[in-house]
């Protein structure tokens, strides 16, 4: 009885846990066109950059949440790092750092804020050389490459309206040319809750397994 209720409890317990990470994972429903305005309203009002950089950042987001459908979104970072750091609102003049290191401690602030949103970042890496096919200068020099995957645009735009999260923003966006790309998963790897749940059902499993060793040792 007393192994009974050990496994019992144990399977509830992975099993929340798993509930718990499809949660934090889940779709959620299209933004309405009030969340939409609400969130550009509030950018337009808080965004510490230039007003040029400010108005092609709102015409974006608003884009990017008008075509929201619910569904999870992939958001590819192509980066070209200026030569130095350009001049604007929200780093001190005192700040001697490269652009590279401006976008790191940006990426070191961020990366723990989008995942407490859900976001994961599943690929991150410095550019290991030129083009192999493209010759059309925009569409080259790239320094860095971030892949981030969003449970929904919402999870994008709760990012972004964070207040940790614009002081910090004009070190990325002060360091390097960017290009964000939203892209739609097709192919896709099986991602962390299918994950999650296979690890559950092996450590249930091994837990279980590793009792029934100890007490026929112990007979």
Known sequence: MKDFRFHLLLALLLAAACVGIWRWQSPESPLTAAEVERYVTAFDADLPLP?????????????????DDG?????????????TLRPGPGIPETYAGTP????????????PMALEGGA??????????RNVVGAVPAEGGWGRV????YPSRRAFLDLLSRADYRAVMPYKLQSLHLALVPVRGEVVLPGIVP??????VLLFLAIGWGRAARRTRSV
Request: charged share 20%.
């Open 51 to 67: 007003p040029q950089d400010k108005a092609e950042l709102l015409a974006g987001v608003r884009r990017f949440a008008e075509a």
């Open 71 to 83: 569904r999870p979104v992939y958001m590819l970072n192509l980066m070209r790092y200026f030569e």
């Open 100 to 111: 590279a290191e401006a976008n790191a401690l940006y990426e070191a602030a961020v990366i």
């Open 120 to 129: 994961q970042p599943l690929f991150a890496g410095e550019v290991a050389g």
């Open 146 to 149: 971030i892949l981030m995957r």
């Open 195 to 200: 994950a999650s749940v296979t690890l559950a």
